[in-house]
């Protein structure tokens, strides 16, 4: 993919996408999160919203979401928060991962998380 | 067969091509990252194509002098924002876990978007570049300083001019970090190191939550 189409983005025309919010509680939207569309959309929706809906038929992360639309990670972020207040998207949680990881305090996934992983990967 | 059957009262034309990545299956409910690092041309975008299935990807995020993220853009707007890119590619481990590899530079200003990109790692892979070695050791400070586990890989596709033990010492790396050699261009070796890393990580994971059992109990 180019670079430039993104390098070309001013601040002004993010700042309209997001309609000028500052912040959001995006938290919830790691690089990884998987999202999937509830619904479909619907005619005068904004345009970022829609293309969202669309690709997220199928779960998608949010990084494919933002290398889709073109956009930073930041400025997707706020538009799935749109979204997810909405009730029009869902995340699919990591449940034992990042979270668990936190909660502890501990800086290792879990070893049951690892230990898939390993299993995918000798499958390669 | 996956889109068509399983949404098959939609209509099918009119409407734009969204997007032209392959979808994840529909039953995937778990996705986890792993982040190369390494120095421009070193090869992290060759490594992550060599095991992604999907063509890699890239997108970046914006900072400011300020801080990080639109809020910031918008509220200074005229003045000069700077971004940091990345690329990334896909494994799809099982039905239900996805892996995402991150190519990360290792320059200065990417540091700063570790927390908001990276936090819930689940570990590094420096890609050693033996005619830039200072720039690892920057890498290697900065996931000490994160609490990142991770491995040290030399992609090597020719005679090598040092043993590893030479690497390992000129880097002073902890005799606990693995140093392997790969070619980032294959995807067996690619592999490697990634199963280098996940077992490294795996034997610290399992020591620090058995500790914890340990002490509850």
Known sequence: ?124 | MGSASSSPGRPAAAEEPEPEVAPLRSTVREGVKIVIVGGFGVGKTTMVRSVSEIRPLSTEEVMTEAGVGIDDVAGVRGKNTTTVAFDFGRISLDEHLVLYLFGAPGQERFWFLWDRLFAGTLGAVVLLDTRRVEDSWYAIDRLEHHNMPFVVARNNFGQPTHTLEEVRDALSLDPGVPLVDCDARRRESSRDVLITLVQHVYALSSAAYGAMAGAAS
């Open chain 1, 1 to 124: 993919m180019s670079r430039e189409a993104i390098d070309r983005e001013t601040p002004d025309r993010l700042y309209t996408i997001t309609g000028g919010r500052s912040r959001a509680h995006t938290d919830v939207f790691d690089l990884v999160t998987l999202v999937v569309a509830e619904s479909e959309p619907t005619p005068g929706m904004q345009s970022e919203h829609t293309r969202i809906l669309r690709m997220c038929r199928a779960p998608r992360a949010v990084v494919e979401i933002s290398a889709a639309l073109r956009l930073p990670i930041s400025v997707t972020r706020i538009l799935l928060c749109d979204l997810l207040d909405a009730g029009r998207i869902t995340v699919r949680q990591p449940t034992r991962s990042a979270g668990a990881q936190e909660s502890l305090g501990l800086p290792f996934a879990h070893p049951d998380v690892l230990k898939e992983v390993l299993v995918g990967l000798r499958q390669l």
